[in-house]
């Protein structure tokens, strides 16, 4: 990894705004700033000037220079403040990555070398990419909290409790194997215990987290109009999706995307499912299941208009053998006498009736969905380490002629614990993570 030279990217968009950001780190800060400003700066002191290159002024701008290690990545650093036209921040950036010390910054590297200098450890750097790339305003107000070091926190409080239970242990070790059941063995268990709930509360406050930055994927599955672009549209608020009464009128996916609950749900609506010739809706058949696979939750939707048929039955048991969580749902109900059948959520998506109790029953599912460890968003990192990490606790066997091995487990223990917090982590790993960024952050 490189720390030596310095960096300089663009910091807000790219495009025309009112002003656009530059930022510069490294050891060569001040080198910039004496050659394009033709002066020092003062620390922290925001100062209107000219951006010089070769005796021309290319901006006049607001430039204020953090003196490490006093700055977000500990280094030196410049933030220059010009009119936000591409031409000017574009000449501003390649002036100073011209210069032999400096080059333009790759994406991730100013968290990185935050991370490397130790002014935030990798929950935080994540949290500062989930801030940015957050769709709602709770996914944003959960990862600041995060970012705050609250999640840190609990998991170096966890990884001491885990380096209790190795002390206790390696004291044990010391003792013959006789008198091991006088010497505090309960009190071991009750530790482990303890330790195990931190663990589940903590992976369980995560996946909340992950569920509120990462969104939830909602399919809408059905047999040709059934309604389902209906609902797609009612629950998106807009004609996203084509309505019509012939039967395969969705031909392909249709992708939306809303929030319900402050959750980022991304909304499917798909072609009707059928058994048929026409090779177009045969492939429509075919994506439509795709979807299902990808799927979170979906939502199966009978035409209230008939009864169910022996292919609703077919799709539905399809569905449950992926073994996603379903919500059966009758749409049409203005067109029928009441009739409710048990477990199907009764609407219509044409006068708008019982959307609000879908919603609801939507929420909750995800909010089930969310515990459930075949959820595609807690693929996480975090979230993969404190299982790994509760899973070695688990399988901790405290019998007595095992105590070596016990300890051995708990190492194994601390040290995803410590990964999560990114020591020890190998540098290839968090240059991935770090590559995830946006350019500039
Ligand atoms: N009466 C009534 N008609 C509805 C309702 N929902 C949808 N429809 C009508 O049913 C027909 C089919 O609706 P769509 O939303 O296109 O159905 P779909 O399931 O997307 O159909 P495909 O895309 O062909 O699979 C249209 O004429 C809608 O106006 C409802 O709640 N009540
Ligand atoms: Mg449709």
Sequence with gaps: MK???TIVSLASPSGVSAVSVVRCSGTDVQTIIKKFFK????DRIAT???FIDKKNVIDDVVAIFYK???SFTGEDMLEILCHGGPIIYQTIISSIASIEEAREAEPGEFSERAFINGKIDLPQAEAICSIINAETIEAANAARKALSGGFSEEVISIDKKVLNIRVEIEALLDFPEEEIEHAGLEELEKLIKTTITSLDKL???????????DGVRVAILGRPNAGKSSLFNLLLGNDASIVNKQQGTTRDVVFASLSLDGIPIFLYDTAGIRKTTDPIEIEGCRRSYVT?????LIIYLFDGEEDETLEDKEIVEKIKNMGKPILLVTNKIDLREKNERQNRIEISAKENIGINLLKKKISEEIALTSRNSSVSVIKN???ALLKEARDNILALNISLKELDLAAEQLKRTQQCLVKILGEEEDDRVLSGIFSNFCIGK
């Design 68 to 70: 490490g290690p006093r």
């Design 381 to 383: 990192r975090q979230l």
């Design 48 to 50: 209107y000037i000219d």
């Design 203 to 213: 992976i369980e406050k995560t996946i909340a987290r992950s569920v509120l930055s």
């Design 3 to 5: 720390t030596k030279d």
């Design 39 to 42: 002066k020092d700066l003062e």
């Design 292 to 296: 299902a696979e990808n799927a979170d």
